[in-house]
């Protein structure tokens, strides 16, 4: 295979594990999303009003799985690629996420946008993540004042349940 053609195939890998990450969040399928990051990963997210960082796969998959449980509805849409590889075992991507997020205990829906800027990593033969990052390009938080009527809620049967009261 020329250089050219496997550098196009890593990139096609790397859209397949980005697209593969906004599957399991709005699925809540956090036995696949373990495999998609390496042990030593991290994510910072940085929104209007949150700052959400956490290091190490274990700690990242299990705030992952307390913010999008049965009490949660969520959309996550990334598209726009710009994916670098740097070398044979590392790679950059800018993406550009829209995403649609309700709470339905705290009746709050979070809609927006940001640019996604990952650093990826290829550890026996696939590729994964090893650090995800956001800075939002805008966002709007509202209350809701009246919940809309869903005749269907993927999270509410997969996602984690919630004690009375909170996480």
């Not at 509805?73 to 590392?90: G, L, M, N, Y």
């Not at 550890?123 to 004042?145: H, K, N, P, S």
């Amino acid at each position: 295979m020329s250089d050219l053609a496997a550098q196009l195939q890593d990139i096609e890998l790397i859209k397949r594990l980005k697209y593969a990450y906004c599957r399991c969040l709005d699925t809540a399928n956090f036995t696949e999303m373990r495999t998609l990051f390496t042990e030593d990963a991290s994510i910072s997210y940085v929104g209007g009003r949150y700052k959400y960082e956490f290091a190490g796969r274990d700690k990242v998959i299990s705030a992952l799985e307390n913010a999008f449980h049965s009490e949660a509805v969520a959309c996550h849409q990334v598209h726009h690629p710009e994916i670098d590889v740097v070398s044979p075992a590392e790679a950059k991507g800018t993406w550009y996420l829209r995403d649609w997020f309700l709470d339905k205990r705290h009746k709050i829906v979070t809609e927006g946008s940001a640019l996604y800027r990952d650093t990826y990593v290829k550890r026996d033969g696939r590729w994964l993540f090893q650090r995800a990052t956001y800075e939002r390009i805008f966002e709007v938080m509202e209350e809701v004042r009246q919940m809309p009527n869903f005749t269907s809620h993927y999270l509410a049967k997969h996602g984690k349940k919630l004690p009375p009261g909170g996480f």
